[in-house]
């Protein structure tokens, strides 16, 4: 069973719907008979719903202040539970009541006691949830097909016992009592919510986390503590003698500070283990007998304790595997420290280096916050139906680590974890976290004028960016800087078709076929001669450029394109111009022509890759649109040029281009903008539409060109981001090792040199493969530092410390040389000529 939209009318900031209902936005399939029902809307057609859409994995609510968003999320929850999201106000959620009624809606007006309505359209029901249902309501599903059987549930109590009206099919509606709504409500998705203002906390009392076993509570960790020691505190209270508003009389002042105390630790207590019960008991899987074995070993016996953190800790590696959600190093580790009772959170990285929290930035400890609360959600919704919620979470995460969390909200929806049964929805601000792979997810809010109260801006208008960007406050380009990983095009309609192209065919679990367009950066020169300028000016001082393909056109200028940024540019005799500069290997500029071949027609352009027979079908629409007059006066003509069998043989797009000039005397040229927009419009109709513009075997074609772009673009990334960590590694051991020489010009402690050595040996992580080699050579120099400390020696002076330090310059020179040395040359500790006496 999944949520298919929701409905709200006089709900909070939704009044009632004055924008209607486009019929892109709301499928033919799902019926509303709660519009014109007469018991459930007296006035019947005049105050419709609002209705939202839902995907069936994610979606994402986008909005300016005001605007509705969190409203949203909790109209869902208090239909599926009866009690909204948690916020400052109501740490539980607040109950479903009267006080939820729009301000200015007409209602108020008319009548004070009324109740808004809100509820939820499900659909894609299982044959035992339909009889389930059935059973409790009397109502018999029309069709035994899951995927066509629909139902809702609209919350509008009155004075009666009435709660609910439930209603499927067409015209089949019945009513519900408290205690049927109760019975459905188990039935329903329930509700899990991602707290965003939750942050992990340093340390904690091992004896606080066992209370929260003992509590067994999954939200609220040792709330009835909280509230006993609550309650023994205010009883304490009231035995104290008032004098007067400024002076309180306490006969024994000790006690009253007691009493205190253990209401004050209750309360913290109970706010900060809820988190920590969430990772230990649920994620883990660490039982309550583990932590009370280690709460009662003796300090005598602590390494009994050390052996079980350690296994933790590698539970921690296994069940979170961090380093992949939390990319800025692939070395991340979170871990347990245990001493005297309290359990510590520590952080290492590829330094090698031990950091505590508070050494760390804050949006680290919300990010692993956020990872554990999904990481639970995910342990517990296996097999089973759940809606995930969650209110604003970029406040606290930089750009990257919003782009971590979008991958954890996919592996929380995936197949391979929920079985396709979570749906998520979510609220945010930032543009980071809105998946360009499947723009579809978004549903704009926005405050409407007066009394018009929260509005849903249709899909039609998503389609272009604009509203997007103005909800969120964004005001620059949508790619103004180069990102880490980029794909740069010649112009605006290639950067256009290949972004749309990959949207409308890459699927969730399919995603891997195309480019994840939250990694990679697909950049516009504006035109061939631009990308020079732009690679040129991505670089800053002797700095390389990021890891960078280029897609070039197979047309003379995209030819000379090539030669200037790889450096092979060479002016002619008498020309002014200079010899190009290399700014990029040739191995990651790629041509469009040697990518994709075709024997119908050539292809020049990005936009050649669409099969002549779909172009076509898309300038058809197109002239029928946009110019109808010149389609009426030229259409015979335009046709017999259309049927002409050598139409594409210069590439699709420059023939028609020509083809529409030669039509209009010159007067129009191809908007390659607006076809292209007809053809996704017309993709998109494939599957309603009755009538088949576009054959479906074009489609394949396209479809297996996208992905043979996809797959040799990525095959480059791949490269160049390979490059780019060799020649970033490179720096920055060559960079350590100028920094230790200068340390240490004369002396070095043995110890010292080790910690160097093993310092270096992280870094190679970051070559790659490439560092395989150096790896080698770095783990030999270890084992003679190995040989050094067992002989008791603890520092390295005069003409032996000279000799490593001839060994650390040539490491600098070239790191990734350096075992060839090793290979031919020999070095200093295998030569006992040199004066150094090998251990």
């Known amino acids: 069973m999944k949520i298919a939209s929701v409905l709200l009318r006089w709900y909070k900031s939704f009044n009632i719907n004055y924008m209607g209902y486009p019929e892109d936005r709301i499928p033919d399939k799902i019926f509303r008979p709660w519009n014109d029902n007469k018991k459930l809307n007296p006035l019947t057609g005049k105050y419709p719903f609002i209705e939202i859409p839902l995907e069936k994995d994610v979606t994402t609510i986008v909005g300016g202040n005001e605007s509705g968003k969190s409203h949203l999320l909790s109209a869902i929850s208090k239909v599926l539970t009866g009690k909204g999201i948690p916020d400052a106000y109501c740490s539980e959620g607040s109950v479903f009541s009267r006080t939820d009624l729009c301000h200015y809606t007409a209602q108020r007006s008319i009548n004070a006691t009324d109740w808004p309505n809100i509820g939820l359209v499900f659909d894609e029901l299982s044959d035992e949830e339909s009889e389930s249902i059935a059973q409790i309501t009397s109502a018999a599903f029309p069709t035994k097909d899951a995927k066509d059987r629909h139902f809702a549930i609209v919350l509008a109590p009155t004075g009666t016992d009435l709660q609910a009206f439930f209603f499927w099919g067409k015209d089949s509606m019945a009513m519900l009592d408290r205690s049927k709504l109760d019975k459905i409500r188990k039935l329903l998705p329930r509700v899990e919510f991602i707290k965003s203002d939750l942050a992990m906390c340093d340390q904690f009392v091992i004896n606080d986390l066992i209370k929260s076993y003992n509590n067994n509570s999954g939200g609220s960790a040792d709330s009835t503590y909280g509230h006993a020691e609550a309650s023994k505190f205010l009883n304490y209270c009231d035995q104290l003698n008032f004098k007067d508003a400024n002076s309180i009389s306490i006969s024994d002042p000790k006690k009253f500070f007691e009493h205190y105390s253990d209401f004050r630790k209750s309360k913290l207590n109970s706010e900060k283990c809820d988190l920590e019960l969430l990772l230990f008991r649920d994620v883990l899987g660490i039982s309550l007998d583990a932590l009370e074995y280690v709460a009662n070993l003796g300090i005598n016996v602590r390494t009994h304790a050390d052996s079980l953190v350690n296994l933790w800790n590698n539970e921690i590696d296994n069940q979170l595997n961090l380093s992949h959600y939390w990319r800025q190093d692939d070395s991340f580790k979170l871990r347990i420290n245990y001493k005297h009772g309290i359990l510590y959170f520590e952080i290492t990285d590829r330094t090698g280096v031990t950091y505590c929290f508070k050494e760390r930035s804050s949006g680290l400890r919300y990010f692993l916050s956020y990872y554990i609360q999904a990481k639970a959600i995910e342990r517990s919704a296996k097999g089973s139906n759940a809606i995930i919620l969650m209110d604003e979470p970029d406040s606290f995460l930089s750009i990257v680590g919003q782009k971590n969390l979008l991958s954890i909200f996919e592996s929380l929806v995936g197949s391979d974890l929920s079985n396709q049964k979570c749906q998520l929805v979510y609220t945010t601000h930032s543009p980071f976290l809105i998946n360009r792979n499947f723009p579809f997810r978004l549903r704009l809010v926005r405050k409407g004028d007066v009394e018009e109260g929260t509005q849903v801006v249709d899909k039609a208008m998503l389609r272009r960016y604009e509203p997007v960007r103005s909800a969120l406050g964004i005001d620059c380009a949508q790619t103004l800087f180069m990102g880490a990983t980029n794909l740069v095009v010649e112009g605006p309609s290639d950067q256009f078709v290949l972004c749309e192209l990959v949207r409308y065919f890459a699927h969730q679990d399919t995603i891997s076929d195309y480019l994840d367009l939250n990694s990679i950066t697909v950049l516009s020169a504006e035109n061939a ?95 029928k649109r946009w110019m109808p007059e010149e389609w009426e006066r030229y259409k015979a003509e335009a046709n017999a040029c259309f049927s002409k069998s050598d139409l594409g043989k210069n590439g699709i797009v420059d023939d028609m281009d020509e083809l529409i000039r030669e039509i209009t005397g010159g007067a129009r040229s191809l908007d390659k903008f607006g076809i292209f927009q007809e053809l996704i419009d017309l993709l998109t109709q494939v599957d309603s539409s009755e009538e088949k513009i576009l054959q479906n075997d074009d489609i394949l074609i396209l479809q297996e060109r996208v992905k043979a772009i996809c797959f040799e673009v990525r095959k480059a990334i791949s490269g160049s981001q390979q490059a780019a960590r060799t020649l970033s590694g490179k720096q920055s051991i060559t960079r350590f090792c100028r920094d230790f020489s200068i340390q240490h010009p004369y002396a070095c402690g043995v110890y010292e040199l080790h910690l160097f050595l093993a310092r270096l040996q992280n870094e190679v992580e970051i070559l790659g493969i490439d560092g395989d080699l150096f790896a080698a050579s770095i783990k030999r120099l270890l084992t003679h530092v190995h040989s050094i400390r067992k002989a008791n020696q603890s520092e390295l002076r005069d003409v032996e410390w000279q000799c490593w330090l001839k060994e650390i310059e040539r490491i600098k020179h070239n790191p990734l040389m350096y075992e060839v040395y090793l290979s031919s040359e020999g070095n200093f500790l295998e030569k006992p000529e040199t004066g150094v006496t090998t251990p």
């Open 529 to 623: 001669s631009g990308i020079e300028k732009l690679l040129s000016a991505s670089q800053w001082g002797n700095e390389p450029i990021p890891a960078t393909v280029v897609l070039l056109d197979s047309d003379p200028a995209g030819e000379t394109a090539k030669l200037k940024i790889t450096g092979a540019f060479k002016p002619q005799k008498g020309n002014s111009a200079k010899t190009s500069q290399r700014l990029i290997e040739d191995a990651y500029v790629l041509s469009i022509g040697q990518l994709i071949k075709s024997d119908s027609s050539k292809i020049i352009s990005t936009e050649d890759i669409i099969p002549p027979a779909m172009y076509i079908s898309a300038v058809k629409e197109y002239l």
